[in-house]
């Protein structure tokens, strides 16, 4: 029955910013780190950014350090990613996911977390 569904996905031009959210539901959020992947039209699935069970432990890939932010709400079983100065390399479409205890050196592999929400179509582009 665990559902993740993202939002916020659309159309916004380089420099700009985006805010994707993420709906839990069915599973008990508190027990799972949560994880934003992207996937390129033609690549493979690329990790994005990380978050703890509770928050107190965020990661970033290098291409998004510092442009990007990851939060999650417990309460409201909520996952966001706050996307700013956009570039065009940042086109994709955008998975939440959900593991339990994920560590440092596996939580950018895909196949490690147990749910996955269908995406949302971020482009970026002038």
């Known amino acids: 029955q665990a559902r993740l569904v993202e939002s916020g996905g659309g159309l916004v031009q380089p420099g700009g910013s985006l805010r994707l959210s993420c709906a839990a539901s069915g599973f008990t959020i508190d027990d799972y780190d949560l994880a934003w992947f992207r996937q390129a039209p033609g690549k493979e699935r690329e990790w994005v950014s990380f978050i703890n069970r509770h928050g107190r432990?965020?990661?970033?890939?290098?291409?998004?350090?510092?442009?990007?932010?990851?939060?999650?709400?417990?309460?409201?079983?909520?996952l966001e990613l706050q996307m700013n100065s956009v570039k065009p390399e940042d086109t994709g479409i955008y998975f939440c996911a959900a593991g339990p205890w994920m560590t440092l050196v596996r939580m950018a592999t895909a196949a490690r977390y147990h749910y996955w929400g269908q995406g949302t179509q971020v482009t970026v582009s002038s």
């Open 57 to 78: 432990q965020t990661h970033y890939a290098d291409s998004v350090q510092g442009r990007f932010t990851i939060s999650r709400d417990n309460a409201k079983s909520t």
